[in-house]
């Protein structure tokens, strides 16, 4: 019986592409690797689709997305205009960097810097103990360690305090974040035992109580940052789970995530700050750097010196270590706290503009978008902190047929920008968008409308 033709036979060859007059084109300006590896790619998925059943892409459309691949990697990562009112945008990569910390960065980028050694000695020093010692004063902490994330703060406070042994928590707050953190497999990868207390809306004192035993080695408390359990609900402050802590003779870990250093208007009272959570009794706070401190991507630890110095020492500890580029934003960015400058933290910036001032821009640029309105709108802090925290703002709505297209017409073009998509048109949130950026929207918008007709 004759076999049915394989329709996979149909599709070209890699080489059949790249000879093509468009091929060749790409790899002269591409380069060859990048370019056939993209080819290689499409055709690979081409024939997935085939094996499903499903029609593939013509020779044509194929070169073109494998072109268009290519270009993007190329490209690279770019500048873009954060429209979506959420300031701590994690796909848009959380805090601006001051200016001081992105000079502090650019100055060590390009030479050598003092890194790891002392400067009137000669001596070699550690890298973050500078850093360490801002943090420790802004906190009033014992000591402080600077790692690459929050993740990995926590991972190595586990690994160190913990062991193999037991950690106890709450079922309310064994969160999922964004960017597959979840909290019971980061404490199973430090080989912790977890120990749930409680039920997913109460955990009370006497729940953490009756867990505690001679195989618990922490009370680890977390930060639910980005959710918020509302109704019949009940959890242990850190002040009386701190006093647990300390009758039973373990260490209170409190993962806070957010990283506010002090209290901050306009954030709500219950968004824990690091100085009130040391001074309430945790023995050890974990935090990101890039949320509410308004730094580069890091994980810092303050607390009882013995703790953070068992974490030191760790070899976690040297597996997720801080570059130099990570020390200078970091050290420019608390030189600003520690000198009464945070407010040339951009983050601190955007959250304290009114939102008549935001009403305002809002109008100006609706006047130079053709279709556009101005009007109240509410947006997020984002980045697991304040959760259910409406923050008000003002936004440009812009109707369109096929918001979506008009969306992804904004986002490709040569200055890219992230907004909302709504029923009936895009909503461009000011929140964070810094008023210097506005030019560059309204003309961004204007020529996305231009190439997508309404
Ligand atoms: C954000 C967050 C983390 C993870 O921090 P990264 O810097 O993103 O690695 C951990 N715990 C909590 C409570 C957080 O909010």
New binding site residues.
Partial sequence: MPSAPDPRRRLPSVDALLRSDRGRRAVAALGRDVVRRAVQDALAEARATLARGRPAAEPEPLLTAAVARAEADLAGIGRTINATGVVLHTGLGRAPLALEAADAVARVATGYADLEVERTTGARGRRTSRTERLLAALTGAEAALTVN????A?LLSLAALAGRREVVVSRGEL?E?G?E?RLPEVMAASGARLVEVGTTNRTRGADYRRAIGPRTALILK??P??YRVVGFTESVAVGELAGIARESGVPLLF????GLLRRRAPLPSDEPAIDEALAAGADLVCF?G??LLGGP?A?LLVGRRDLVDRARRHPIARAVRVDKMTVAALEATLRLYATGRAVEIPLWTLLATPRRTLLARARALAAEIPGATARASETSVG??SVPGTALPSAAVVVPAKRPDRLAARLRTGPTPVFCRVEVGGVALDLRAVAPDEDALLAAAVRAALEAEPR
């Fill in positions: 994330n929050g993740a990995a926590l969160i974040i960017g953190f977390v930060h940052s980005n993962d806070v995530g957010s990101s890039d949320k991507q994980g980045g697991g």
